[in-house]
């Protein structure tokens, strides 16, 4: 059998020809092209697509520039001096200072219950003096791309959702990432929250398909993820183009990579000691969706929590306990509420019913 080929930018092969030869000969394989039978570590489902019944994509040319909506000019010049280390407050003030928005948004950023400061912080370089211009980056990078991320209005998806399930992604990521014994997490959490921004953009461009893929994932009861889904009808995934967006937006290769990885978790998870990031960014992937009312993934991320953690670390239900109490803190800061179950009363709900 001719299988169809397309490489991981998105170029797609199909010799049609033989693909009908085998069409008419071999009825059995027929059965396995037009059923999709997804395997997850605890259950099994079934959807129904065929790679033929949807259009042939290629990554780089629906998300080239000129076709992505563009960085705005604050966020561009705030990357572009974080590549210098020498750059500190002072250079980033300037800038920040420059766009009234941001500037607004930034103060408020360091003066809300996240952080906990006792005094009101009015100054823009004292902000940033507080909190780093780490931190000061990512935030304008996210703020940046909430704003210029567009509402693809494709049938059931919700990108006030995507940006609540996204944010939880990029709390847990920050403190996995401190579990696991970094330091600092800035770069995980960004990447987190970053990690579906390719979702609406693919919606938009191709909503024919993507309308379908949305359609099969509500069907299977939220157990075949969206990135199965479409490795199977287009050989590529959202993770592989939010590394394609993230390039023509000129964000720093590590950055880039970070987020086009976030669905290794098996691969990372031989790893906790040299790449907790990755590691942290791929198990937030394995989080629930908020729209979905199960967890089908629970399982396989008690089993990487377990298997990564190291021996002083807190039990995974802390830990969520401790994100979706820095949700409740950052929320206002995004404009996002608290979503109606916390991923601790999930996790509880799960563990209770599963029986020992
Ligand atoms: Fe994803």
């Not at 999709?36 to 520039?65: A, W, Y």
């Not at 693809?152 to 992604?169: H, V």
């Not at 608290?338 to 996790?347: I, Q």
């Amino acid at each position: 059998m001719e299988q169809d080929k397309r490489s991981r930018t998105g170029v797609y092969y199909v010799a049609r020809e033989r693909y009908a030869d085998f069409i008419l000969t071999n009825t059995a394989a027929i059965v396995f092209h037009f059923t999709f039978r997804v395997k997850t570590d605890n259950d099994e489902s079934k959807t129904t697509m065929c790679p033929k019944d949807f259009p042939e994509i290629c990554l780089n040319d629906i998300l080239k520039v000129g076709q992505l909506p563009a960085m705005p000019q604050t966020a561009v010049a705030i990357l572009n001096i974080s590549r210098d280390p020498t750059n500190g407050p002072a250079e980033y003030a300037q800038i920040i200072e420059s766009d009234p928005g941001l500037t607004v948004q930034v103060l408020k950023f360091v003066n809300s219950s996240y952080f906990g400061f006792r005094n009101e912080i009015s100054n823009v370089k004292q902000a940033i003096s507080l909190v780093g211009t780490r931190t000061i980056k990512n935030f304008s990078l996210y703020t940046a791309v909430f704003s210029m991320i567009p509402n693809p209005q494709c049938g059931p998806f919700d990108l006030k959702k995507l940006w609540q399930d996204s944010l939880r992604r990029a709390l847990f990521a920050r403190r996995m990432g401190k579990v696991l014994g970094m330091k600092e997490a800035e770069e995980p959490f960004a990447a987190a929250l970053l990690q579906d921004m390719a979702v609406p953009l693919l919606a938009k461009e191709a909503p024919d398909a993507y309308v379908k893929l949305f359609g099969a994932r509500a069907n299977s009861d939220a157990k075949v993820r969206l990135s199965r889904l479409e490795e199977h009808v287009f050989g590529w995934t959202h993770a592989e183009a939010a590394g394609i967006v993230a390039r023509q937006w000129d964000l720093p290769e590590a950055f880039a990579t970070l987020i086009e990885d976030h669905l290794q978790v098996e691969r990372w998870s031989h790893h906790p000691d040299s790449e907790p990031g990755r590691l942290a960014v791929s198990l937030s992937a394995l989080l629930p969706t908020t729209g979905d009312s199960n967890w089908a993934e629970c399982q396989l991320f008690d089993k990487y929590y377990r298997k990564v953690k190291p021996t002083s670390a807190p039990a995974i239900q802390e830990v969520l306990q401790e994100t979706d109490q820095e949700f409740a803190d950052f929320a206002p800061i995004m404009k996002m509420s608290v979503p109606k179950v916390s991923l601790s009363d999930r996790y509880n709900a799960i563990e209770t019913a599963t029986p020992a």
